[in-house]
């Protein structure tokens, strides 16, 4: 459906002239629009904006477990892999870390581990991390979904 010159006119008119109002960025939310009113490059705008919505609502928040509530204990220790989160960035871009010194405190309880990631080594509060599950735990050689190695004598 285009617009036609003079409704263009009247409408510049109404918003006062504002040319802000018919400018977009590549960043505008396209959610609540109509799959069949997008241009192709609007349309992959709008799956790649669902996608990061789901996996930040469905799988992110899924391993940041409370720990406070559920069990009592934190499932950090030394050679864990974390997200580091930071407020201002978005969760595709957090530093990515490995954890390399578990500081326990006087309760035994560990708070602010040493973590290394590709640029730095530096000291973090276990809440603005978020563990990420892994195949092999630090401790085991072997991944936890390994065959056995089955010793027959023949």
Known sequence: ???????????????GGCSEVFQTTSQTCRRDTPSNRLSCWQHIQKLKQ?????WHREYLNELHIRNK??????????GTIVLLREDNVRPMQWPLGRIIKAQPGADGIIRTPIVRTA???????????VPLPSRTTPD???PINSPKSD????
Do not use: C, N, Y
Request: charged share 35%; aromatic share 6%.
């Open 50 to 54: 669902h996608f990061w919505r789901r």
């Open 119 to 129: 640029t730095s080594t530096l000291e973090r509060s276990i809440k603005r991390m």
């Open 69 to 78: 509530w559920s069990k009592g204990s934190h499932d950090i220790r030394e």
């Open 1 to 15: 459906m285009a617009l036609h010159p003079s409704q263009l006119s009247s409408l510049r008119r109404v918003v």
């Open 140 to 142: 085991d050689s072997e």
């Open 151 to 154: 010793k027959r004598s023949t």
